[in-house]
T-cell receptor
Framework: GDSVTQMEGPVTLSEEAFLTINCTYT??????LFWYVQYPGEGLQLLLK?????DKGSNKGFEATYRKETTSFHLEKGSVQVSDSAVYFC???????????FGDGTTLTVKP | KAGVTQTPRYLIKTRGQQVTLSCSPI?????VSWYQQTPGQGLQFLFE???????NKGNFPGRFSGRQFSNSRSEMNVSTLELGDSALYLC????????????FGPGTRLTVL
């Protein structure tokens, strides 16, 4: 079945540092890929998405590129802020099956 | 446009009881999915409904059930609650069959004592 593997956390960075959170996936079809962010006590918010190979999703300074050859969708940001502290989830969605598969989440803490 | 709403936000129940959670999708969305989030198991898919029909189901016991109404609102029910059912239950809606982006509600925090 489908699976998503995220780099293990927690990740602690200083403000303005470069962020990379690795995500690789296994899927039988051609899924869409997503990054969601979850703040304490809240649900998941869509951060960015990519629907086909070589697509780049971007939002709020975050970027991720759908790499079919390496089955990866790594999240990057050039300069993190304290307000980026949250849990980040990588996910794939098989629209034919009507099901999303999530990674375990990576907790990011940004210190001033 | 209003987002996905879930009620109630918090629930405390005792073992053996049953509970019903409600989800109202974004206006115009016809697909609703439910997920269970726990620290140990992460996010796990429960089921998805589209136009009042269950389209897919995750690996949960029959105590977990759901339904969708003609206005796309959805409910999930858990009967004979166990301590391990304590979790954050998240609902997500998407535009329709084949529409890929899901939008999540704030969740219902269920505590089973």
């Amino acid at each position: 079945g489908d699976s998503v593997t995220q780099m293990e956390g927690p990740v602690t960075l200083s403000e303005e540092a470069f962020l990379t959170i690795n995500c690789t996936y296994t899927a039988t079809g051609y899924p869409s890929l997503f990054w969601y962010v979850q703040y304490p006590g809240e649900g998941l918010q869509l951060l960015l998405k990519a629907t086909k190979a070589d697509d780049k999703g971007s939002n709020k300074g975050f970027e991720a590129t759908y790499r079919k050859e390496t089955t990866s969708f790594h999240l990057e940001k050039g300069s993190v802020q304290v307000s980026d502290s949250a849990v980040y989830f990588c996910a794939l969605r098989d629209t034919n099956a009507g099901k999303s598969t999530f990674g375990d989440g990576t907790t990011l803490t940004v210190k001033p | 446009k209003a987002g996905v709403t879930q009620t109630p936000r918090y629930l405390i129940k005792t073992r053996g009881q049953q509970v019903t959670l409600s989800c109202s999708p974004i206006s115009g969305h016809r697909s609703v999915s439910w997920y269970q989030q726990t620290p140990g198991q992460g996010l796990q898919f429960l089921f998805e409904y589209f136009s009042e029909t269950q389209r897919n189901k995750g690996n949960f016991p029959g105590r977990f059930s759901g339904r969708q109404f003609s206005n796309s609102r959805s409910e999930m029910n858990v009967s004979t609650l166990e301590l391990g059912d304590s979790a954050l239950y998240l609902c997500a809606s998407s535009g329709g069959r084949g529409a890929d982006t899901q939008y999540f509600g704030p969740g219902t925090r269920l505590t089973v004592l």
